[in-house]
């Protein structure tokens, strides 16, 4: 599934892996009710929840920014060909080449690839099987890694570590840094003169969030996964299963929430079907939540 929108002078693409009822809501948001659930059924049922299975509606994806110069990879999915441990994400095949192909950005074209944190579902893209040996995809591109991520991850996998983390780290970020152009990425950085990267601590300790900021259009944040459900908008304190860090990504998503309601920002969450974006609005102590 392909999405694209126009903002200033930049085309924006997601191209979508697959996306489903994955992830039972209550093992996913453990802070969750039922009753919650069923109380906004209304407006979640079908874009964000599937009563009947108590699934939560999970994307995969790619965003692609095409500008007159540059195309920028924003995350690269699950990839195809990786074994992984979820049976929704192992050993993908999905016609990649000819997606980014057919929006004029094949993966030679691509100048930058920006990764938002080092999980498996966000890096796959970044490596693809050629020979029986993990290689660059987009092989004319510099990749930019978080910094404090890489660190994380590194230190993980030289104590052993070979599943959870390991696993995406050595098919997917170990073989772009011995092979192609890597920066490492920190708060407060700027990349392709159009994105500005932001600590977003918590989902994983060196998650970065990227605002793209292109002249006469309101803000737009590549905010990774410190949303995955219009639920923890509402409820901003509800972390992930996979919040590394449960305080610290509370905080984190109160502050992203409170920049977007008082900026008028876009929010763009990574497992987020579509191009439409969150907007929010701060109510009382709390938020809401409009969908373009
Ligand atoms: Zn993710």
Redesign the pocket.
């Known amino acids: 599934m392909l999405y694209s929108r126009r903002i200033g002078a930049a085309d924006l693409f997601q191209i979508t892996e697959f996306t489903g009822p994955t992830h039972d809501a209550l093992w996913m948001l453990p802070g969750l009710s039922r009753e919650t659930l069923d109380a906004h059924a209304a407006w979640l049922n079908p874009g964000f929840w599937l009563p009947h299975t108590n699934r939560l509606i999970f994307t995969m994806q790619l965003f692609v920014l095409k500008m007159s110069d540059r195309i920028i990879v924003v995350d690269t999915g699950v990839g195809n060909h990786k074994s992984r441990r979820a049976d929704s994400q192992n050993m993908l095949n999905t016609p990649m080449f000819d997606w980014l192909e057919g929006i004029g950005a094949g993966p030679d074209e691509v100048t930058h690839v920006v990764q938002t944190?080092l999980?498996g579902?966000?890096v796959g893209w970044n490596t693809h099987v050629v020979d029986g040996r993990w290689e660059p995809f987009f092989q004319n591109a510099t990749y930019y890694f978080p910094a404090t991520d890489f660190a994380v991850f590194q230190s993980r996998y030289e104590s052993g570590e070979r599943d959870l983390y390991g696993r995406a780290f050595a098919d997917s970020v170990l073989p772009i840094v011995e092979t192609a152009s890597t920066r490492f990425v920190r708060d407060g950085d700027t990349i392709a003169d159009c994105l500005v990267a932001q600590a977003a601590p918590g989902?994983t300790e060196g998650q970065l969030t990227y605002s793209l900021r292109l002249a006469d259009e309101p803000e737009y944040i590549f905010s990774?996964?410190v949303l995955?459900s219009p639920m923890q908008v509402l409820f901003p304190e509800i972390n992930s299963r996979?919040c590394e860090l449960p305080e610290v990504a509370g905080k984190t998503r109160r502050a992203l929430l409170h920049h977007a309601a008082k900026n008028a920002a876009v929010l763009l969450p990574?497992?987020a079907a579509g191009l439409g974006g969150w907007q929010i609005a701060g109510q009382g102590d709390g938020f809401l939540v409009q969908f373009a």
């Open positions: 944190h999980h579902d966000h989902h990774a996964d995955h996979w990574a497992h």
